[in-house]
């Protein structure tokens, strides 16, 4: 297996640092807020300051402590998803690079819909998308939607998959002259998936299926010679924007 750019992860990472740094800068500015108007309530009679002010300043450090502690939790989470979600695709990344030789991995793609977190060329089963999720609990097809402990996820998972599919197609397309078939797979590295059918050509599955899936599935012609043979080239084409 060869890398060819960034780690897997890196970008989510990313991510979770920027939250963190962005969470302390907010709470340093309400904090030094707060503690001016704690100032001039201290100070109310130098100031002049009473009645109706005295009352409404009072009322603002209140509610600035109350929004202060509500944003730390919110933030909070929100870095921690990351992350879990950079633990997964590292994980993902681990699991994929024991695929061998006959096929070579990207991580963290950038697209106009979100990074693709790994693409694998096979020597003979052509190119997969892989999406990956760290979400715990169950995962469900019924119909054409997904859902995560029987509810809709925070974001539409499959539509995202299918957007970046097109997008690969297209921008592989352009480097190699014919666009090839892409074979998507969402894959979760902490929920139960049960088995199923494609959900609009997209495998739904847990990680401990993914080498076995990528290994047995997949478009098997004679364009993925062509592929193999131009595997730097796309490489190259995919990952200029990110190095």
Same mark, same amino acid.
């Not at 297996?1 to 992860?9: L, S």
């Not at 998803?81 to 963290?108: Q, T, W």
């Not at 169950?138 to 539409?156: H, Q």
């Not at 997008?167 to 002259?177: A, D, P, Q």
């Given at each position: 297996?060869?890398?060819?750019?960034r780690p897997?992860g890196?970008?989510?990472?990313?991510?979770?640092w920027?939250?963190?740094?962005?969470s302390?800068?907010?709470?340093?500015?309400?904090?030094?807020?707060?503690?001016?108007?704690s100032?001039?309530?201290?100070n109310?009679k130098?100031?002049?300051?009473g009645g109706?002010?005295f009352?409404i300043?009072? +009322?603002?450090?209140?509610?600035?402590?109350?929004?202060?502690?509500?944003?730390?939790?919110?933030s909070?989470k929100?870095e921690?998803r990351? +992350?879990?979600g950079a633990?997964?695709?590292e994980?993902?990344?681990?699991l994929?690079?024991?695929?061998?030789?006959?096929?070579?991995?990207l991580?963290? +793609?950038?697209?106009?819909?979100g990074?693709?977190?790994?693409?694998?060329?096979?020597?003979?089963?052509g190119?997969?998308?892989?999406?990956t999720?760290?979400?715990?609990?169950?995962?469900?097809?019924?119909?054409?939607? /997904?859902?995560v402990?029987?509810?809709?996820?925070?974001? %539409?998972?499959?539509?995202?998959?299918?957007?970046?599919?097109?997008?690969l197609?297209?921008?592989?397309?352009n480097?190699i002259?014919?666009?090839?078939?892409i074979t998507?797979?969402?894959?979760?590295?902490?929920?139960?998936?049960?088995?199923?059918?494609?959900?609009?050509?997209?495998?739904?599955?847990n990680?401990?299926?993914?080498?076995?899936?990528?290994?047995?599935?997949?478009?098997r012609?004679a364009? %993925?010679?062509?592929?193999?043979?131009?595997?730097?080239?796309?490489?190259?084409? /995919?990952?200029?924007?990110v +190095?």
């Amino acid at each position: 297996m060869t890398f060819k750019n960034r780690p897997a992860g890196k970008s989510t990472r990313k991510m979770a640092w920027r939250r963190r740094r962005n969470s302390i800068f907010v709470g340093l500015i309400v904090l030094a807020i707060g503690l001016t108007l704690s100032f001039f309530l201290l100070n109310a009679k130098a100031f002049g300051i009473g009645g109706a002010a005295f009352l409404i300043i009072l +009322i603002a450090i209140r509610l600035l402590g109350d929004w202060i502690e509500g944003y730390g939790r919110r933030s909070r989470k929100l870095e921690k998803r990351a +992350i879990r979600g950079a633990v997964a695709e590292e994980n993902i990344g681990y699991l994929l690079d024991g695929l061998g030789e006959d096929y070579y991995m990207l991580n963290d +793609i950038e697209s106009p819909y979100g990074n693709v977190d790994h693409i694998v060329i096979g020597k003979n089963n052509g190119i997969f998308l892989i999406e990956t999720k760290s979400h715990h609990g169950k995962v469900e097809i019924i119909g054409n939607d /997904l859902l995560v402990n029987g509810k809709p996820p925070e974001k %539409n998972f499959i539509g995202q998959t299918l957007k970046n599919t097109y997008w690969l197609k297209e921008r592989v397309g352009n480097i190699i002259g014919s666009q090839p078939w892409i074979t998507p797979i969402l894959v979760f590295t902490n929920a139960f998936v049960p088995y199923s059918q494609p959900i609009k050509n997209i495998h739904v599955i847990n990680k401990r299926y993914l080498v076995s899936t990528v290994t047995k599935i997949g478009k098997r012609d004679a364009t %993925n010679i062509r592929i193999w043979e131009q595997k730097e080239k796309i490489s190259d084409g /995919l990952v200029k924007s990110v +190095i």
